[in-house]
């Protein structure tokens, strides 16, 4: 009873301050004992039963026939906490050993308070907003009896055409494996015994961002250098945060469904990054290894998957089918199994749900609490990129006394909270057309004409009846994107033009000649360059989540100033892809001056337009670089210096500059730090973010920002496929993006 009142005394009062622990965190001694005479007692059949997670299937009679049984270790998507108590009690009181259930749901950018997409998150390059926003999820989704997220997804992703982009925090491997950790920190909260605390589950291990094409489930081809240089940093980063589970990709790479991969799941996640965790796989993936052609049926698939190191089998239930025969015929030994109970029984020790299985039903009034909210604002407000003011046209002076407020998305509750969103609640949705109303009152005339009523909408009539009903207006604010079906798993475009009609809708608004701020609320970078050009201002807002209208209104009005960053390069068309800012460096690099398509002149020489890399008809350049972002303000850097030019392998390097605030506004700047390795034994990427910082400044005012580095921190996947730091020359960028400041050297030395 004292403990629930102290739980509850803290609820209230979460995310921003942890709790005293409600009960000793167990040493891991003791849990391994606990586990060791668990598994003693356990029969083969409920040993692999804890192998097993199914999804829940509605009917409760039905699951609680197998829970007795012990043939069921993890339920997902069961969100009912009476529902989950009553289930648990199966567990607990009639199943044999009453070994507690693990509850589980994708609980991804909120659960009930949803925040901006992960990608948008990823925009604010501010770990506390990913912190913050796991723990709000964290609370209330263990609120519901949920006790693990599959989350946070930390695939590098650098193809928008995926779907999937919108889960993960973009295409770089240090802002992704910064975001996801902070994640994983949330999630997880200070202990995983603590009854708010979720355990996190990076995904997807490894390399499915990498889909040939953008085409979701499609095969990858990473080679083993560029994998662990690129893709796998982030999950290491991932399982040092103390991240509890993992689960497998669904693709293939070179040929190894990842749910069948030793070398990831074995060598690399337990061998070399030690981690005693849950493995699960993806839905249905170890089945799917038969669709693969990997597994001739389901009993190999099985087999693969568990001597791969595959723990638990999400839904597709060839373990409990095929492992007893597997055993016996000695393909699969009883080690494996017993190792793969061991890592599943000691996140549930780690979680407490021995002790304290069920959840309070009262605990679903934490939903929605107005600190949740505020913190979502908060998220949605540091999310959104400023990518063009021209004539400061943003933020909107009080001169502005009619606004038209037009777009698909302006009005949209449902859409604007992104793609996997399952237990959010549109109706708690704040849209940008409700929020301008509240925020300027009876002081500005707000005229609405959506013109299209959602973004596949093509009519043309509701485009000219929006035009007209905008001409009246001082400015117009146009609220363009993609709907949240769009993006997403399995959610691919080809196209990442706008889509129905709102270029036309663009092109109607800009022809009144009032001036247009384009809002784009989407999953991915769309290729709005022809938009762009037509606006007077743009703000981009990756799905921007529950508090995503008032959030805009704010930074509309001046009440907030745009801080976000691109986390991924927009190209220019879908032909640049992929395009992004850390590639390798190329024996003949494009030199921006290129001869493109239309100033060729007829029956030109071979070699006249140069011979570097680039396309004839979008040049080199994408629209936006990665870490592009303007503010109402502006901002000067200055003065770097490097604490030496030459460094051994252990020292650190510290960097420091002077950023000024050099306009009219407070503002915070995102500064980052890039390092090329200009020489090595093989080609590296032109620049890699190394550290980056929010500074706030007022106007007029300077600060002097130092970053620290280790040396250690440049090491690499070298020829010989051995992490190490090369002594040599390296140059130094302090900038506002990944195309700017100015280039400084120095050396490592042996
Ligand atoms: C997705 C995972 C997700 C799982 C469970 C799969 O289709 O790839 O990301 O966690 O379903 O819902």
Known sequence: MKTMKMLSACLLLLPFISCTQVQDTENDAVIEQKIETLLSRMTLEEKIGQMNQISSYGNIEDMSGLIKKGEVGSILNEVDPVRVNALQRVAMEESRLGIPLLMARDVIHGFKTIFPIPLGQAASFNPQVAEDGARVAAVEASAAGIRWTFAPMIDVARDPRWGRMAEGCGEDTYLTSVMGAAMVKGFQGDSLNHPTSIAA??????????????????????????????????????????????????????????????????????????????????????????????????????MKAVNAGVDMEMVSYTFVKELPGLIKEGKVKKSAIDDAVRNILRIKFRLGLFDNPYVDEKWIEELYAPSHLEAAKQAAVESA?????????????????????????????????????????????????????????????????????????????????????????????????????????????????????????????????????TVVMAGRPLTIGKEVELSSAVLYSFHPGTMGGPALADLLWGKAVPSGKTPVTFPKMVGQIPVYYAHNSSGRPATRNEVLLNDIPLEAGQTSLGCTSFYMDAGFDPLYSFGYGLSYTTFKYDNVKLSSANLKKEDVLTVTFDLENTGKYEGTEVAQLYVQDKFASVTRPVRELKRFARVTLKPGEKKNVSFELPISELAFWNIDMVKTVEAGDFALWVAPDSQSGEEVFFKVVD
């Open 385 to 517: 990129i400023l990518l063009k003011n021209e004539k400061e046209t943003l933020p909107l002076q009080s001169s502005v006394k009619t606004v038209a407020v037009v777009g698909p998305m302006a009005n949209a509750p449902y859409d604007q909270l992104g793609t996997w969103i399952f237990d959010g609640d549109k109706t708690k949705t704040v849209t940008p057309l409700k929020a301008i109303k509240e925020l300027v009152g009876d002081k500005v005339q707000v005229i609405y004409e959506p013109g299209l009523t959602y973004s596949r909408d093509k009519n043309m009539v509701g485009v000219a009846k929006a035009a007209a009903a905008a001409a009246r207006a001082d400015v117009i604010l146009a609220f363009v994107g993609e709907e949240a079906i769009l993006s997403g798993e399995a959610h691919c475009l080809a196209d990442l033009n706008l889509q129905g009609a709102q270029s036309e809708l663009i092109a109607a608004l800009a022809k009144t000649g009032k001036p247009v701020v």
């Open 201 to 302: 589950c990076p995904k997807h291990f490894v390399g499915y961002g990498a889909a040939e094409g953008g085409r979701d489930y499609n095969s990858t081809f990473i080679p083993e250098r560029r994998l662990r240089n690129v893709y796998l940093p982030p999950f290491e980063a991932a399982a040092k945060a103390g991240a509890a589970t993992f689960m497998t990709s669904f693709n293939d790479n070179d040929g190894a469904p990842s749910t069948g991969n030793t070398f990831i799941l074995k060598d690399v996640l337990r061998g070399e990054w030690g981690f005693d965790g849950i493995v699960v796989s993806d839905w249905a993936s170890v089945a799917e290894m038969i669709a693969h052609g990997f597994a001739a049926d389901s009993k190999e698939a099985a």
